[in-house]
């Protein structure tokens, strides 16, 4: 799962509120549709079923163990770890009889598996924040670095020079009511937040705490969705007065490499803009305020002053590559069609000596997807549409190689009936957790389920709330690997792994996930912790559920 790139999670979040093209819409089912508990097997088409049982444990297990191990380093992108692992997996759809999707090409047996994915390299990052005030016929500018007073997002080269407003904390909410948006003009302005959460122990529950003030790098996420869904180019945000220090440790440790799409987009939008209390105290001196005094203001605009984001960075042409292969369907009349479906290769790679072995991301969703592909290949049945098996790159650096593939794809998305994710499989869910979902959903007759459904035989999978007709052929896969089920319906167009492409184009998806735990993006990421029984539970159903599909 990605580590997540904030302007590029709140576009999308944004996109949820004000969506220019909204997916189709579809009423909510009932809670009990969304629960499936433990119970007898019910049976599968005898190929399906013959095919999930292929899936062993110790085959995924020896996937995990090589892809997760030193050799590969961490599989980080622009690394010879990933080249490594797209060789591997190439050589192991090729070794298993599934042909490359792509047109053959000149070079190695493997060369027509791979799918390049250009994208922008950017070495030396820096910039500053310029702010220039005006009073009269007298004008001043204050510069403030970045990694001293100012914290830019990852950027290639940019510039923007605009006016600013101040939106108090940039929330909006309707209990408790406030709207910080109210009666301002933001359309193409940077809007100056404070962090933090107003006053008063109303804005200090768990749910305004983790949506406004979370821990981590996106926890300005919902702030600047806000701002952007109201039109503004981007967000500042005036930090506590010990931002200073965490501004110069965070660049020092900053990767030397960004990587960044290849298409740019015609207006730059630069996300979050962190700065300290001295930056943020010039921006409002202006308006009569302080970062001590503005916690109390009313919103307003900063007359007088506009600011200048200068990114600045060596910038050079890259290219990683995704693996495809195919498998085209039994049905004449049905091949022409097609389910994807992925898995990320590519993980954190090292910083300096510490390898980010990435076992549970994604080792455990490639192994799946390696061993569904090979136990598709070998059944002497097929499924009647076509089975796309598609490894990503760049799925840390903000699905790079799945957003690549849905602007160029090497099968038409309108011919795509569905896509199946496979990102971190690797994890149970523990009981406490089983039991705050179904009390969170209130689901009738809770304990009737939970006393039938061991955590172990619990999985939760995602679907597109918009394509409901794939939720009984999930149920089903369920029922028939022998495993309990909670259906997580969205719409999937913020999501945090590849599915997320595959939304936007309006394609159905299903992700399937396990569980975060606490080496999660951490060097303790590795084999050893995985629970390999729990990878097969998940590669079963998910080829159960993509095979009836692709019958449907």
């Given at each position: 799962?990605?580590?997540?790139?904030?302007v590029l999670l709140?576009?999308?979040?944004?996109?949820?509120?004000?969506?220019?093209?909204?997916?189709?819409?579809?009423?909510?089912?009932?809670?009990?549709d969304?629960f499936?508990?433990?119970?007898?097997?019910?049976p599968?088409?005898?190929?399906?079923a013959?095919a999930?049982?292929?899936?062993?444990?110790?085959?995924?297990a020896?996937?995990?163990?090589?892809?997760?191990?030193?050799?590969?380093e961490?599989?980080?992108?622009?690394?010879?770890?990933l080249?490594?692992?797209?060789?591997y997996?190439a050589?192991s759809?090729?070794?298993?009889?599934?042909?490359?999707?792509?047109?053959?090409?000149?070079?190695?047996?493997?060369a027509?598996?791979?799918?390049?994915?250009?994208?922008?390299?950017?070495?030396?990052?820096?910039g500053?924040?310029v702010?220039?005030?005006?009073?009269?016929?007298?004008?001043?500018?204050?510069?403030?670095?970045?990694?001293?007073?100012?914290?830019l997002?990852e950027?290639?080269?940019?510039?923007?020079?605009?006016?600013v407003?101040?939106?108090?904390?940039?929330v909006?909410?309707?209990?408790?009511?406030?709207?910080?948006?109210?009666?301002?003009?933001?359309?193409?302005?940077l809007?100056?937040v404070l962090?933090?959460?107003?006053?008063?122990?109303e804005?200090?529950t768990?749910?305004?705490?983790?949506?406004?003030?979370?821990?981590?790098?996106?926890?300005?996420?919902?702030?600047?969705?806000?701002?952007?869904?109201?039109?503004?180019?981007?967000?500042i945000?005036?930090?506590p007065?010990?931002?200073?220090?965490?501004?110069?440790?965070?660049?020092?440790?900053?990767?030397?490499?960004?990587?960044?799409?290849?298409?740019?987009?015609?207006?730059?939008r630069?996300?979050?803009?962190?700065?300290?209390a001295?930056?943020?105290?010039?921006?409002?001196a202006?308006?009569?305020?302080?970062?001590?005094t503005?916690?109390?203001?009313?919103?307003?605009?900063?007359?007088?002053?506009?600011?200048?984001?200068r990114a600045?960075?060596?910038?050079r042409?890259?290219?990683?590559?995704?693996?495809?292969?195919?498998?085209r369907g039994s049905?004449?009349?049905?091949a022409?069609e097609?389910?994807?479906?992925?898995?990320?290769?590519d993980?954190?790679?090292?910083r300096g000596?510490?390898?980010?072995?990435?076992?549970?991301?994604?080792?455990?969703?490639t192994?799946?997807?390696?061993?569904?592909?090979?136990?598709?290949?070998?059944?002497?049945a097929?499924?009647k549409?076509?089975?796309?098996?598609?490894?990503?790159?760049?799925?840390?650096?903000?699905?790079?190689?799945?957003?690549h593939?849905v602007?160029?794809?090497?099968?038409?998305?309108?011919r795509?009936?569905?896509?199946?994710?496979?990102?971190?499989?690797?994890h149970?869910?523990k009981?406490?957790?089983?039991?705050?979902?179904?009390?969170?959903?209130?689901?009738?007759?809770?304990e009737?389920?939970?006393?039938a459904?061991?955590?172990a035989?619990f999985?939760?999978?995602?679907?597109?709330a918009?394509?409901?007709?794939l939720?009984?052929l999930?149920?089903?896969?369920?029922?028939?690997?022998?495993?309990a089920?909670?259906v997580?319906?969205?719409?999937?167009k913020g999501?945090?792994?590849?599915?997320?492409?595959?939304a936007?184009?309006?394609?159905?998806?299903?992700?399937?996930?396990?569980?975060?735990?606490?080496g999660y993006?951490?060097?303790?990421?590795?084999?050893?912790?995985?629970?390999?029984?729990?990878?097969?539970?998940?590669?079963?159903?998910?080829?159960?559920?993509?095979?009836?599909?692709?019958d449907r």
């Amino acid at each position: 799962m990605h580590a997540t790139r904030l302007v590029l999670l709140s576009l999308a979040l944004a996109a949820t509120v004000s969506a220019q093209s909204p997916s189709p819409q579809a009423s909510r089912a009932p809670v009990t549709d969304d629960f499936v508990a433990l119970g007898p097997l019910k049976p599968l088409p005898a190929p399906v079923a013959a095919a999930a049982d292929a899936i062993r444990a110790d085959a995924l297990a020896a996937h995990i163990a090589m892809l997760a191990s030193p050799a590969f380093e961490g599989r980080g992108l622009g690394t010879r770890g990933l080249d490594a692992t797209a060789e591997y997996l190439a050589t192991s759809l090729a070794l298993a009889g599934i042909p490359p999707l792509a047109a053959p090409t000149a070079g190695p047996a493997t060369a027509a598996y791979f799918h390049p994915v250009p994208m922008r390299e950017i070495r030396a990052r820096g910039g500053e924040l310029v702010v220039d005030v005006w009073q009269g016929d007298t004008s001043s500018s204050r510069t403030f670095r970045h990694g001293v007073d100012v914290l830019l997002p990852e950027s290639g080269p940019e510039e923007l020079t605009t006016p600013v407003v101040f939106a108090g904390f940039g929330v909006r909410e309707t209990t408790p009511a406030r709207d910080d948006y109210r009666a301002l003009e933001v359309k193409d302005k940077l809007v100056v937040v404070l962090g933090g959460l107003p006053a008063g122990a109303e804005w200090q529950t768990p749910d305004l705490r983790a949506r406004y003030d979370p821990p981590g790098d996106d926890r300005h996420a919902a702030r600047l969705a806000h701002a952007l869904a109201a039109g503004a180019r981007g967000l500042i945000v005036i930090e506590p007065p010990d931002f200073p220090s965490q501004a110069a440790r965070q660049a020092q440790e900053a990767s030397p490499v960004v990587f960044l799409p290849y298409h740019r987009d015609a207006v730059w939008r630069p996300g979050v803009v962190r700065v300290s209390a001295a930056a943020g105290d010039a921006l409002l001196a202006t308006a009569g305020l302080t970062t001590g005094t503005a916690a109390s203001a009313e919103p307003r605009d900063l007359r007088g002053i506009t600011v200048t984001v200068r990114a600045t960075g060596e910038e050079r042409l890259g290219v990683s590559r995704n693996v495809v292969g195919v498998l085209r369907g039994s049905d004449p009349a049905l091949a022409g069609e097609a389910v994807v479906i992925g898995a990320h290769m590519d993980h954190l790679g090292r910083r300096g000596d510490t390898i980010f072995f990435g076992a549970d991301d994604n080792a455990s969703g490639t192994a799946s997807l390696i061993e569904i592909a090979k136990a598709v290949a070998a059944s002497r049945a097929r499924p009647k549409r076509t089975i796309v098996f598609a490894f990503w790159t760049g799925e840390e650096e903000g699905h790079l190689g799945s957003d690549h593939y849905v602007r160029h794809p090497l099968w038409p998305l309108d011919r795509t009936v569905a896509y199946v994710n496979l990102d971190m499989v690797g994890h149970p869910w523990k009981p406490e957790e089983v039991r705050q979902l179904v009390t969170d959903a209130k689901l009738p007759d809770a304990e009737r389920f939970l006393k039938a459904t061991p955590a172990a035989d619990f999985l939760e999978v995602g679907l597109a709330a918009w394509a409901p007709e794939l939720a009984p052929l999930l149920v089903r896969a369920a029922q028939g690997t022998g495993v309990a089920l909670h259906v997580d319906r969205g719409d999937g167009k913020g999501g945090g792994s590849d599915y997320r492409a595959f939304a936007r184009r309006d394609v159905p998806w299903l992700r399937f996930f396990g569980n975060f735990f606490d080496g999660y993006h951490e060097p303790a990421d590795t084999a050893d912790r995985l629970d390999a029984g729990q990878v097969r539970k998940m590669a079963r159903l998910a080829l159960a559920a993509a095979w009836l599909i692709a019958d449907r």
